[in-house]
């Protein structure tokens, strides 16, 4: 019988890893994957935990995933489990067979080749490069009383109309890396993720545009930042910016908002002094419409009953909609430690984000955040 430990543990020897380096890299206790590689199910407080972290292993190893856990399941009622050829990346095989048959081809077809495709190479390449040089022009805002959501870059500027109605007062965005930077006047301004800024952009005491972040990547700033931009109001109170839910018409159909509360009024559930990926487990304990998504990837939804599991890894956040949220069992994996959550009550429709955001005091907290 084929064994998925045996499958982890070749592979991870393969990548020259020490368990104490894959530990480190993963964030996955030691103990846990020498469990998983000796199939020591019995370490694990429960099957949502097995199943959370052999995907994350499987995942950082370049293994197929869903084989290993249907090889896992198989192994645990005594099934015939999938062959081994089938869990591992086949190497290409019919190199030199295709060389061969592309080499004929080349021979009968250069005629045509030399005909449709390198006359017309110049003409594809100016269009090709007008296409990059369209997405890599830097883009303007501006503002015309009414709030903006928009994904910055950057290079982008933004334009606020000066006092004296004269002109516009640029800031330019410097970076996107783990933070949203913004070059103004006054200095530069850093928005953490999560977080929402009234910035002071000319230095004269009074926050002239109040900037919320809602999604950027720890680590690669060329995906930008999803951001709300909204024009201080001097005279108002408090001022509370929104996100939308979802993307495009989606959002638009169904007009959900989610209000940004104040650090304070959010369970945390988790801190840490770095943000790191974490996992969601949801064990079904009776039927329930859900639907999740993951960062910034597409919405999932599906019926559920009872007995089904979900294991999500997240980098920065997990948002679900449930039509009765009492008919779920969610546990956050974060770091070493596993945290239960009870978020609803019977035949309750909850719509909630568990997502990483950065305190005042620089640490980074896990929390749950309740979206009306």
């Known amino acids: 019988m084929e064994s998925y430990g045996q499958i982890l543990r070749e592979a991870r020897e393969e990548k020259n890893l020490s368990v104490e380096k894959a530990s480190s890299l993963t964030s996955i206790n030691r103990q846990y994957i020498e469990a998983l590689e000796a199939e020591e199910d019995g370490i694990f407080p429960g099957e949502p935990y097995l199943i959370g972290f052999l995907r994350n292993y499987s995942d950082f190893l370049g293994t197929n995933t869903d084989a290993l856990i249907n090889l896992y399941r198989a192994v645990k009622i005594q099934e015939a489990p999938a062959p081994r050829e089938l869990l591992e990346k086949k190497k290409p095989v019919f190199l030199v067979p295709l060389l061969f048959v592309l080499c004929v081809a080349l021979l009968?077809?250069?005629?045509?080749?030399?005909?449709?495709?390198?006359?017309?190479?110049?003409?594809?390449?100016?269009?090709?490069?007008?296409?990059?040089?369209?997405?890599?022009?830097?883009?303007?805002?501006?503002?015309?009383?009414?709030?903006?959501?928009?994904?910055l870059y950057v290079g982008d500027q933004i334009l606020?109309?000066?006092?004296?109605?004269?002109?516009?007062?640029?800031?330019?965005?410097?970076?996107?890396?783990?933070?949203?930077?913004?070059?103004?006047?006054?200095?530069?301004?850093?928005?953490?993720?999560?977080?929402?800024r009234a910035v002071d952009v000319t230095g004269d005491g009074q926050p002239e545009i109040i900037f919320y972040v809602s999604d950027v990547d720890m680590h690669d700033?060329?995906?930008?930042?999803?951001?709300?931009?909204?024009?201080?109001?001097?005279?108002?109170?408090?001022?509370?910016?929104?996100?939308?839910?979802?993307?495009?018409?989606?959002?638009?159909a169904r007009g959900d908002e989610i209000a940004v509360a104040s650090a304070g009024s959010r369970p945390v559930?988790?801190?840490?002094?770095?943000?790191?990926?974490?996992?969601?487990?949801?064990?079904?304990?009776?039927?329930?419409?859900?639907?999740?998504?993951?960062?910034?990837?597409?919405?999932?939804?599906?019926?559920?009953?009872?007995?089904?599991?979900?294991?999500?890894?997240?980098?920065?956040?997990?948002?679900?909609?449930?039509?009765?949220?009492?008919?779920?069992?969610?546990?956050?994996?974060?770091?070493?430690?596993?945290?239960?959550?009870?978020?609803?009550?019977?035949?309750?429709?909850?719509?909630?984000?568990?997502?990483?955001?950065?305190?005042?005091?620089?640490?980074?907290?896990?929390?749950?955040?309740?979206?009306?």
């Open 269 to 372: 559930i988790h801190t840490d002094n770095r943000a790191y990926p974490f996992t969601v487990n949801i064990v079904f304990r009776g039927p329930c419409v859900f639907r999740y998504r993951s960062d910034s990837k597409d919405v999932v939804d599906g019926y559920y009953k009872s007995g089904d599991t979900i294991s999500v890894s997240n980098n920065n956040g997990f948002r679900l909609w449930a039509s009765n949220i009492n008919a779920m069992k969610i546990q956050v994996l974060a770091g070493l430690n596993t945290y239960d959550l009870e978020i609803g009550k019977a035949g309750e429709v909850v719509v909630e984000d568990i997502k990483w955001v950065r305190d005042n005091d620089g640490m980074y907290r896990i929390i749950v955040d309740n979206v009306d």
């Open 160 to 196: 606020l109309p000066a006092e004296n109605g004269e002109g516009a007062i640029v800031l330019t965005v410097s970076s996107t890396k783990g933070a949203l930077s913004v070059l103004t006047p006054a200095g530069t301004q850093v928005v953490e993720l999560s977080e929402e």
């Open 221 to 252: 700033g060329s995906r930008g930042a999803e951001t709300r931009m909204l024009l201080k109001d001097k005279d108002a109170a408090s001022i509370t910016a929104t996100i939308s839910v979802g993307t495009g018409s989606e959002s638009e």
């Open 108 to 151: 009968i077809g250069l005629g045509l080749w030399l005909y449709f495709v390198v006359l017309k190479v110049p003409e594809r390449l100016a269009a090709q490069a007008k296409i990059v040089e369209e997405k890599s022009k830097p883009h303007q805002y501006e503002f015309d009383g009414n709030t903006q959501d928009v994904r």
